[in-house]
């Protein structure tokens, strides 16, 4: 069964630090890109991070830049997040999502929630 | 990379069709056929419906239809079923390998 199960989430006050992990299973990992997206208490989706199949390529969306970091570990299926910084408006439940062979996310994780909070 | 804009709400009887738009601008949608459409019951993780602006993932039903003209990309339902009542997010790739989902919009069934 293709998997995706994210983890490391929690409560972190303004200006803290999470390192989120998302472990991937049923699929050959290394042969996708793969995203984080996010999702903010009541609103809609937010496009966070990708990255490319051997970590060479990495994009963000404008809000994280400079904060986040988006890494992978194709021998050990994983995905990760290094959030740094963090602040009120990153509270949210993130997804980790795999990018199909075009552009879309065919295969979702079930999220990890996150709040920034003192 | 503003979201592209969606109705907030739409509502159908069973049977019935309805439609959701998606309005972006020629930088989200440009060039692009590759608008995707992603459905989310409360409390669960989205699913793809439609990628490619029309095409469908295998498993999903038929009633599920895409396409795009211009810079608005509409998914219709068709025989509406209880069950679809959800959330609808549409998303294009935005170029750079960059994406831009739409505010989403929640389906009643009445």
């Known amino acids: 069964e293709v998997q995706l199960v994210e983890s490391g989430g929690g409560l972190v006050q303004p200006g803290g630090s999470l390192r989120l992990s998302c472990a991937a299973s049923g699929f050959t990992f290394s042969s996708y890109w793969m995203s984080w997206v996010r999702q903010a208490p009541g609103k809609g989706l937010e496009w966070v991070a990708n990255?490319?199949?051997?970590?060479?390529?990495?994009y963000y969306v404008d809000s994280v830049k400079g904060r986040f970091t988006i890494s992978r570990d194709n021998a050990k299926n994983s995905l990760y997040l290094q959030m740094n910084s963090l602040r009120a408006e990153d509270t949210a439940v993130y997804y980790c999502?795999?990018?199909?062979?075009?552009?879309?996310?065919?295969?979702w994780g079930k999220g990890t929630t996150v709040t920034v909070s003192s | 990379q503003s979201a592209l804009t969606q109705p907030a709400s739409v509502s159908g009887s069973p049977g019935q069709s309805i439609t959701i738009s998606c309005t972006g601008t020629?930088?989200?949608?440009?060039?692009?056929?590759?608008v995707s459409w992603y459905q989310q019951h409360p409390g669960k993780a989205p699913q793809l419906m439609i990628y490619d602006v029309s095409k469908r993932p295998s498993g999903i039903s038929n009633r599920f239809s895409g396409s795009k003209s211009g810079n608005t990309a509409s998914l219709t339902i068709s025989g509406l079923q209880a069950e679809d009542e959800a959330y609808y997010y549409c998303?294009?790739?935005?170029?750079?390998?960059?994406?831009?989902f739409g505010g989403g919009t929640k389906l009643t069934v009445l």
């Open positions: 998303c294009s790739y935005a170029g750079s390998r960059t994406w831009v």
């Open positions: 990255i490319k199949q051997d970590g060479g390529d990495k």
């Open positions: 020629s930088s989200d949608f440009g060039g692009y056929n590759y």
């Open positions: 999502a795999r990018e199909g062979p075009s552009y879309y996310m065919d295969v």
